[in-house]
């Protein structure tokens, strides 16, 4: 079959089966995985998508230093059943666990002070007898301009109503970290906390 080359590792692209970038620039599955599963790569130019890679792997760094195999933080839900929200509070920030991660996939890491609104959402489908019955549902996270992840986070919690539902518990969880419950000045202190130990954590990984 025809090919192109990989706009970022150069290696051969199957037309119609890998991602295109731009007008005659390819990117190929092993690069995609690579990029955050909350963009689009078909929107980015090819520098900007260079530019984006070595973020996601700093933040895959992250990931696998504080939160991978770590028993001593919170997650919601514990046992996966399509994805969980890790919160690290020692380094101000969460992740997003999935239980069906492409081996390979880079995973996102998020900042509690890039944090703009969370919301819950559900997802129903048709039963096919043209009746609409619950799917999943979880919370959209979005995020303050500018962040890669523009559209937000979606975490779904459960597939079953009769599952717990654990969206309420991560909304306190965050009110809580954001100052916006309680004593407003304490909230302020913790999250400058919480920003001072983002901000020490980047500065590691960007020596």
Same mark, same amino acid.
């Given at each position: 079959?025809?090919?192109?080359?990989?706009?970022?590792?150069?290696s051969?692209?199957?037309?119609?089966?890998?991602?295109?970038?731009?007008?005659?620039?390819?990117?190929?599955?092993?690069?995609?995985?690579?990029?955050?599963?909350?963009?689009?790569?078909?929107?980015?130019?090819?520098?900007?998508?260079?530019?984006?890679?070595?973020?996601?792997?700093?933040?895959?760094?992250?990931?696998?230093?504080?939160?991978?195999?770590?028993?001593?933080?919170?997650?919601?839900?514990?046992l996966?059943?399509?994805?969980?929200?890790?919160?690290?509070?020692?380094?101000?920030?969460?992740a997003?666990?999935?239980?069906?991660d492409?081996?390979?996939?880079?995973?996102? +890491? %998020?900042?509690? /002070?890039?944090?703009?609104?969370?919301?819950?959402f559900?997802?129903? =489908?048709? @039963? #096919?007898?043209? !009746?609409? +019955? %619950?799917?999943? /549902?979880?919370?959209?996270?979005?995020?303050?301009?500018?962040?890669? =992840?523009? @559209? #937000?986070?979606? !975490?779904?919690?459960?597939?079953?109503?009769?599952?717990?539902?654990?969206?309420?518990?991560?909304?306190?969880?965050?009110?809580?970290?954001?100052?916006?419950?309680?004593?407003?000045?304490?909230?302020?202190?913790?999250?400058?906390?919480?920003?001072?130990?983002?901000?020490?954590?980047?500065?590691?990984?960007?020596?």
């Open positions: 079959m025809f090919s192109k080359k990989c706009c970022i590792c150069g051969s692209c199957k037309v119609f089966k890998n991602k295109k970038i731009e007008m005659r620039s390819y990117l190929c599955s092993r690069c995609e995985k690579l990029c955050s599963s909350f963009i689009d790569p078909e929107k980015y130019s090819v520098d900007a998508l260079r530019s984006h890679i070595e973020l996601m792997k700093r933040e895959d760094k992250i990931y696998k230093e504080y939160f991978e195999g770590n028993k001593n933080i919170p997650v919601f839900p514990s996966t059943k399509i994805e969980s929200i890790m919160f690290n509070d020692s380094i101000g920030m969460f997003v666990r999935s239980n069906d492409d081996e390979g996939r880079v995973k996102d +890491v %998020f900042r509690y /002070d890039e944090v703009d609104s969370y919301t819950r559900a997802q129903t =489908a048709d @039963n #096919g007898e043209g !009746i609409r +019955v %619950f799917k999943s /549902d979880g919370l959209l996270i979005k995020f303050k301009y500018p962040h890669y =992840a523009k @559209n #937000g986070v979606r !975490i779904h919690m459960r597939t079953r109503e009769s599952e717990h539902d654990y969206v309420d518990e991560v909304m306190s969880r965050f009110d809580r970290i954001l100052g916006r419950v309680g004593d407003a000045a304490n909230g302020e202190d913790g999250l400058v906390l919480f920003t001072h130990a983002a901000d020490s954590v980047l500065a590691k990984y960007d020596k």
